[in-house]
């Protein structure tokens, strides 16, 4: 291997290695006895691994509770966005209609507007609807985005148009089309923003807490920001939660990078 090489491999392992450790430290915090990782000299592993932590969240926290709602919203909101984004992002692409690229440049101009100027009007409009305090208040934003219709209409414009020409003169419909023919297409798109949708809904944290008033409704990581301050000194059981909470979406990410990767690079080398 050439020096450049092998330095830049160095590189590289150096800062997977400095990126992992905080992962890695909060997993072997979550397995030690209260009080053990702020004890001096500092232990990196510990001298009595237990899953007395994990116990106590499940067992007295209620944090199964919490689980439960954060993957049941997780999901509901992936399902929801996949179908109108999808949606939307095809007909952007490929179907014409009148001020299809006015409309789609005004969306792109929005993309600029911090997500967080948007949140009164929003909660307004979601307490108006009568969603506060309800589950509805989280899926209804996730719904449809911007940047999931964008990431959509880039990919579906790499669809030859001849297919679909092909398919409209075989008498098929336009609902058979995006069915048949350009959904297993999007396969990778549909990955990629199935990853980003989940991932971001489950690791919101703000938007949740403004509208979720009732504690059996909190989502884990609220649930969590709500125990620290009872627990402020359980940091082992802290790690724990932490551990639950960053587990299933590291898991769903690298069963799925290879999809996730592709629908990246294609979406933005072809678009």
Not at 62 to 69: A, D, E, M
Request: glycine fraction near 8%.
């Amino acid at each position: 291997m050439k020096p450049r090489a092998l330095a830049m491999n160095g590189v590289m392992l150096v800062a997977g290695l400095l990126t992992l450790f905080p992962l890695l430290w909060m997993l072997s915090a979550s397995l030690m006895t209260p009080g053990e990782s702020s004890s001096f000299p500092l232990r990196f592993l510990p001298q009595s691994p237990t899953l007395h932590n994990y116990h106590e969240l499940f067992s007295h926290a209620g944090i199964g509770q919490y689980l439960f709602n954060s993957v049941l919203l997780s999901c509901a909101a992936t399902l929801l966005s996949l179908l109108f984004n999808v949606s939307a992002g095809y007909a952007f692409a490929k179907l014409r209609f009148r001020g299809r690229d006015r409309l789609f440049k005004i969306m792109l101009g929005a993309l600029v507007i911090p997500s967080q100027v948007a949140m009164l009007p929003l909660f307004l409009l979601l307490k108006y609807m009568g969603l506060v305090n309800s589950y509805g208040a989280v899926l209804v934003p996730a719904m449809a985005g911007i940047f999931g219709i964008f990431l959509v209409r880039q990919y579906a414009l790499t669809i030859p148009d001849a297919l679909l020409e092909a398919a409209r003169m075989d008498g098929a419909t336009e609902f058979q089309i995006f069915r048949i023919i350009v959904l297993p297409l999007l396969t990778p798109i549909l990955v990629t923003l199935g990853i980003f949708t989940f991932l971001g809904t489950w690791n919101d944290f703000m938007w949740p807490l403004i509208v979720l008033t009732d504690k059996d409704l909190y989502t884990l990581p609220v649930a969590l920001a709500s125990l620290s301050r009872e627990h402020v000194q359980d940091n082992e059981l802290m790690m724990a939660g932490s551990v639950l909470t960053v587990l299933p979406v590291l898991l769903l990410f690298l069963g799925l990078q290879r999809y996730y990767i592709q629908g990246l690079l294609v979406g933005s080398v072809k678009g």
